[in-house]
């Protein structure tokens, strides 16, 4: 019997898709946090952009962007 | 059975675009929880929390953790504690939900540079597909989760010699 085919679905949503293709230099160093596929705050702390955006009731996607060197 | 496929984030480093494998999740622990990345990391033994996402994004106190010992990775070792997080990541009606032991550095300036999702337990559950060349195009690249739900029979496999 053959195997069940794998269905794939692509999982990362709209804000995910609209992160990946956005240049994140401007933001090394700090906190940002995406909602409706635009940065609706930044900063140097995950508590300062949780903050502001859950004061506009948001409930936001949050990335950091590390210090600008690969990684092993 | 249904595989979850997510696109690389790209972060460009001296002029060059990285690809990293980040997973988009919820992480909870008790009534507070966040949306946020982790970085799918085939390279490390375990799990592990930046220490201002645990306070911060989940409210732990970790000046009450208790060590488990030591950490250690390319920059240096730690001292770690392990929590307990509800991580919950998926599409819709495909959503998966599991808890995760993640450690947490005891001590300041000891975090890798992203939280982690390491071998043990995620890559028990899951098979990951890295995929940075699937299109001729090197800045395109994805990554696929393939729920491991139907493991074989381990009674028909040669186990390795036990170590000491």
């Given at each position: 019997m053959k195997a069940k085919a794998e269905e794939v679905i692509e999982a990362g949503g709209a804000d995910h898709e609209?992160?990946?293709?956005?240049?994140?230099?401007?933001?090394?160093g700090k906190w940002i946090a995406v909602s409706d596929r635009r940065i609706v705050a930044f900063g140097p702390t995950l508590r300062e952009v949780l903050t502001r955006a859950r004061a506009d009731g948001?409930?936001?996607?949050?990335?950091?962007?590390?210090?600008?060197?690969?990684?092993? | 059975m249904v595989?979850?496929?997510?696109?690389?984030?790209?972060?460009?480093?001296?002029?060059?675009?990285?690809?990293?494998?980040?997973?988009?999740c919820t992480l909870g622990y008790g009534s507070k929880s966040f949306e946020t990345y982790l970085l799918v990391d085939s390279g490390a033994d375990c799990s592990m929390l930046r220490r201002e996402e645990a306070i911060d994004g989940l409210g732990i106190d970790v000046t009450k953790l208790r060590s488990i010992g030591q950490t250690g990775g390319i920059g240096g070792s730690t001292k770690v504690a392990i929590v307990e997080v509800d991580l919950r990541f998926g599409q819709r009606q495909h959503m998966f939900e599991m808890k995760i032991p993640m450690q947490v550095s005891l001590e300041e300036g000891k975090d890798p540079s992203l939280s982690l999702l390491g071998r043990n337990p995620f890559?028990?559950?899951f098979r990951v597909d890295f995929r940075m060349g699937y299109t001729d195009d090197p800045?395109?690249?994805?990554?696929?989760?393939?729920?491991e739900d139907n493991p074989r029979n381990a009674a028909k496999f040669k186990k390795p010699p036990a170590y000491g």
């Open positions: 609209w992160l990946v293709s956005q240049n994140l230099a401007p933001y090394v948001v409930e936001p996607l949050c990335l950091r962007v590390p210090e600008g060197y690969v990684t092993v | 595989a979850l496929s997510y696109s690389f984030v790209r972060y460009r480093i001296n002029d060059e675009v990285v690809l990293r494998p980040c997973l988009k890559f028990y559950k800045t395109l690249g994805k990554f696929i989760l393939y729920p």
